[in-house]
C-alpha cells in the first residue's frame, strides 16, 4: 500500500528534539555572567592543594583562599572532558553508556535521612530500609543505575555508613553503582571497594560515580574538595553540581541563580581536568528557589522544572554529559501534590534530554525522604514517559484500511487481537471500571504501591557475587578498622 502522498517508505512519530528555553543569546548571557565570577570575583576553595593546582596554571588566590580562575582554564578544561562515557557495572551486560545518544541513567535518590512508608508514615531511615530501596532498584525495570546514600541510615556510626552502604549496593545489585566523594580518606576507602567487586583494583575504566556538591555562594568545602581529587587521580567519573536555592544561597533571581552555579560547577569541573586530563565528568546546575512565604526550599516547581531545561542546555553548550531534574516533590506524604509535581519535572527531566538523573525515584519533602511507594510510582511515571517517548510506527500496514473496510458503520473491533506492546499497560495504576474496582477490594493507589513493593521483593534475586570478592570486601573492611554487618 502507499501511504499518503505517494510515499512508499516506513513512516513513524519523530523523535522528541530536546526541550530548551534559551536562545542562543541567553546561552551566551548566562555564560558570559559566569565567567565573570569565575575569572573576576572567584570560588573560595577550602583546600591548599586545590589552590595549588590553580595557582599552577595561572589562577589568583587571595587571603581569604578565593581562587579567580583564568577563561583559558576553564575553556581548556572543558576541552579535556569526555562528551560521552561508559559507566561500567561489575555484570558488563548492565554498562551503562553515558551522555551522547544513549537514554538515561537513572538512579534512585540521594540522601535522604527519613523513609515515609503506608504504614508507619515518616520515621528516620535504617539498613533495613538501604537494603529495601537498593533492591526496588535492581528489580525496577525503569532503574538502571543502584545509586548510593540511597538513604542516610540511623543505625549505623557515621565513620562506618559508607562501607555499610556500598557494601549492600555493591552485594545487593550488580548495576552500576555511585560512592561518597566527600572526604578523601572515604573516597579512597569507597574506590578501594569497588576495584575489589569488580576485580580490577587499578580501576582500569570508569566504574563509579562520585557526587560533588559546592557550597553557594561561591565556595567549595575541603572535604568535597579532597574527595573530587581522590575520584579524578582514579580516573573516576564525578557528578560536579552546585545546589543553589535562588533567594537563600543565591541570588533573588533564576539567571542570576543560574549563573553562579555555573560557576562554581565550571571550577569542580576545571579542577578535576587539572588533576586527571580526561576525567568523566557530569555537568550539574540542580537549582530551584525558595518559597518566599516560608523560606522553605521548593523542588517541586515550575522554577526548578525550568532550571532543568537550562542546565540540560549548558551541559550541551560545553559539550558534557548532565544532570538535573528526576521524580522531585515538596510533598510530605503520598498526595495528588507530590504525584503532579513528580511528574512536572519527570516529563521536563525526560523531554530536556538530561542524561543522568539523580532523584528518579521515591523522593518527597523536598529531599528529605524517600518512600518505597513512591519510589515505584515514580517508576511507573517513567514507564508512562518512555512510552510517549517511543511513538508508533506508520508502516502501512499499521493503518489498517483493510480491517476498516471489514466492520460495519456503528459496528465494533472488540474482536480484534491486539500487537504486544501496542498500548500501555501500567503495573500499579487501576485503569478498570469503577464496578470492576469496587468488586476487587477498592484499593487505593498507595495500597497498589504498597503491593507493588511487596512484590517486587518477594521477585527479589540477589545477583551472585563470587565468594573470594565477598570475603576480600570483608578483610578490606577489616583492615580499615571498621566492622560491618
Not at 242 to 254: H, I, K, N
Request: proline content about 6%; glycine content about 10%.
Amino acid at each position: 500500500m502507499t501511504l499518503p502522498g505517494g510515499v512508499n517508505k516506513p513512516a513513524g512519530t519523530t523523535d522528541i528534539a530536546p526541550l530548551e528555553r534559551l536562545d542562543e543569546r541567553g546561552l551566551e548571557a548566562i555564560h558570559e555572567a559566569s565567567m565573570h565570577i569565575v575569572a573576576d570575583l572567584g570560588i573560595q576553595l577550602d583546600h591548599e592543594r586545590a589552590r595549588a593546582v590553580f595557582r599552577a596554571c595561572g589562577a589568583e588566590v587571595d587571603d581569604d583562599d578565593v581562587v579567580t580562575v583564568p577563561r583559558e582554564v576553564i575553556k581548556e578544561s572543558l576541552a579535556a572532558a569526555p562528551s560521552e562515557f561508559v559507566l561500567h557495572a561489575r555484570n558488563p551486560e548492565k554498562d551503562l553508556p553515558v551522555g551522547g545518544d544513549a537514554g538515561p541513567v537513572r538512579a534512585p535518590g540521594y540522601g535522604p535521612p527519613y523513609v515515609h512508608t503506608l504504614g508507619e508514615g515518616r520515621r528516620r531511615s535504617r539498613l533495613s530500609d538501604y537494603e529495601t530501596l537498593t533492591k526496588l532498584a535492581h528489580v525496577e525495570d525503569v532503574i538502571n543505575c543502584t545509586g548510593y546514600s540511597v538513604c542516610e541510615p540511623v543505625d549505623v556510626d557515621g565513620r562506618e555508613k559508607h562501607f555499610a552502604m556500598l557494601k549492600r549496593s555493591l552485594a545487593l545489585s550488580d548495576q552500576p553503582v555511585m560512592a561518597t566523594a566527600r572526604g578523601g580518606t572515604r573516597a579512597r576507602e569507597c574506590l578501594d571497594m569497588v576495584g575489589i567487586a569488580v576485580d580490577d583494583r587499578d580501576l582500569g575504566k570508569p566504574y563509579v560515580a562520585g557526587l560533588v556538591n559546592t557550597v553557594p555562594p561561591r565556595r567549595i568545602d575541603a572535604e568535597m574538595l579532597a574527595g573530587l581529587m581522590a575520584f579524578a587521580e582514579a580516573g573516576q567519573p564525578l557528578l560536579v553540581s552546585s545546589f543553589t536555592m535562588a533567594g537563600a544561597s543565591g541570588p533573588e533571581t533564576l539567571p542570576a541563580s543560574i549563573a553562579q552555579a555555573n560557576a562554581e560547577t565550571l571550577v569542580g569541573i576545571a579542577l578535576a581536568q587539572q588533576i586527571n586530563p580526561g576525567t568523566p565528568i557530569v555537568y550539574g546546575v540542580p537549582t530551584s528557589n525558595i518559597d518566599t512565604r516560608y523560606g522553605s526550599l521548593s523542588i517541586g516547581s515550575p522554577e526548578s522544572a525550568l532550571v532543568v531545561t537550562v542546565a540540560a542546555q549548558l551541559g550541551r553548550y560545553y559539550g558534557v554529559p548532565t544532570r538535573a531534574g528526576g521524580g522531585l516533590t515538596d510533598a510530605k506524604g503520598l498526595d495528588y501534590q507530590s504525584g503532579f509535581e513528580s511528574m512536572l519535572v519527570q516529563a521536563v527531566t525526560d523531554m530536556a534530554g538530561v542524561d543522568y538523573v539523580l532523584h528518579a525515584a521515591g523522593i518527597l519533602g523536598s529531599y528529605e525522604t524517600v518512600s518505597p511507594e513512591k519510589f515505584v510510582l515514580d517508576c511507573e511515571a517513567l514507564r508512562y514517559l518512555d512510552r510517549f517517548r517511543r511513538g508508533f510506527s506508520l508502516d502501512p500496514d499499521r493503518l489498517q484500511l483493510e480491517r476498516i473496510a471489514e466492520v460495519e458503520p456503528a459496528g465494533h473491533f472488540l474482536d480484534a487481537a491486539l500487537e504486544e506492546g501496542e498500548f500501555f499497560n501500567p503495573s500499579v495504576i487501576d485503569k478498570r471500571s469503577h464496578s470492576d474496582w469496587a468488586a476487587n477490594g477498592r484499593k487505593s493507589t498507595m495500597e497498589r504501591a504498597r503491593d507493588r513493593v511487596e512484590r517486587q521483593l518477594d521477585a527479589y534475586e540477589r545477583p551472585r557475587l563470587d565468594p573470594d570478592v565477598e570475603r576480600d570486601l570483608e578483610a578490606y573492611v577489616a583492615a580499615c578498622g571498621r566492622a560491618v554487618e
